[in-house]
């Protein structure tokens, strides 16, 4: 990151239940795929970021890759790294594969 905030603005969220992210237990907040997708969204609107590139891995690439249907006209890439794959996340369009 250090190497590409020279150039861009560079925003690394935690997405909430993990690194030092949570939601308070009242809100009942569940912590599925969908849902931290829809906190993700929340997010770019906050900071009304118009388009942008998502850089994903881990558990981030089933939630923030749900964003790019929701929003193809500010998705300018996707790159992932060892981003997993699992059915939940991924929903039944992946099922022939």
């Given at each position: 990151?250090?190497?590409l905030a020279d150039k861009?603005?560079?925003i690394a969220p935690d997405l909430p239940?993990?690194?030092?992210?949570?939601?308070?237990s009242e809100r009942g907040y569940k912590y599925t795929f969908e849902n931290l997708a829809t906190t993700t969204d929340a997010f770019t609107r906050a900071l009304s970021l118009d388009r942008f590139a998502l850089y994903v891995f881990?558990?981030?690439a089933p939630t923030d890759v749900r964003l790019?249907?929701?929003h193809p006209e500010k998705i300018?890439?996707?790159i992932s790294q060892n981003g997993n794959a699992?059915?939940?996340g991924l929903g039944s369009?992946?099922?022939p594969i």
């Open positions: 990151m250090p190497l861009y603005r560079v239940g993990f690194g030092f992210t949570r939601a308070p881990d558990y981030g790019a249907p929701k300018t890439a996707i699992y059915e939940e369009a992946w099922g």
